[in-house]
Nanobody, 122 residues
Framework: QVQLVESGGGLVQPGGSLRLSCAAF????????MHWYRQGPGMQREWVAS???????NYADFAKGRFAISGGNPEKSGYLQMNSLKPEDTAVYSC????????????????WGQGTQVTVSS
C-alpha cells in the first residue's frame, strides 16, 4: 500500500516560515491530487490547500497569499510552503494523496500521513 510521511514541522515565531514535505512510498503509477489538512487542539479537521495532477491549486481563505502547495507526479512528493505564520496556524498538518498504484493490478489509492506538528508562538 502507499505510505505517506510528513516532515518539516516545528516551532516557529509569528511571521516566520516553514516548508512541510509529504513523501509517498509504494508502487505508485500516478498521483492525481494532493491535499493538505490541519487540526488544531480541540478543533475539527479543516482543509488547507489542494493541487491536481494538472497543476491547478486551490486554497482555504486563511491560506491565500500566505501558503503555497507544490508537487508533481514524477517526484511522488509534495510540499506546503507556509509564510507569515500566525498563532492560529498552530495545528497538526496532514497530507492526503490520491492516485493509482500497481502491485500486480491497478487500483486507486487514498492515503493519509500521520501528520507533522506546527507550533507558532513567541
Amino acid at each position: 500500500q502507499v505510505q505517506l510521511v510528513e516532515s518539516g514541522g516545528g516551532l516557529v515565531q509569528p511571521g516566520g516560515s516553514l516548508r512541510l514535505s509529504c513523501a509517498a512510498f509504494g508502487n505508485i503509477q500516478r498521483i492525481s491530487e494532493m491535499h493538505w489538512y490541519r487540526q488544531g487542539p480541540g478543533m475539527q479537521r479543516e482543509w488547507v490547500a489542494s493541487m491536481t495532477s494538472g497543476g491547478s491549486t486551490n486554497y482555504a481563505d486563511f491560506a491565500k497569499g500566505r501558503f503555497a502547495i507544490s508537487g508533481g507526479n514524477p517526484e511522488k512528493s509534495g510540499y506546503l510552503q507556509m509564510n507569515s505564520l500566525k498563532p492560529e496556524d498552530t495545528a497538526v498538518y496532514s497530507c492526503n494523496v490520491q492516485g493509482i498504484e500497481y502491485s500486480g493490478h491497478y487500483r486507486p489509492f487514498n492515503s493519509w500521513g500521520q501528520g507533522t506538528q506546527v507550533t507558532v508562538s513567541s
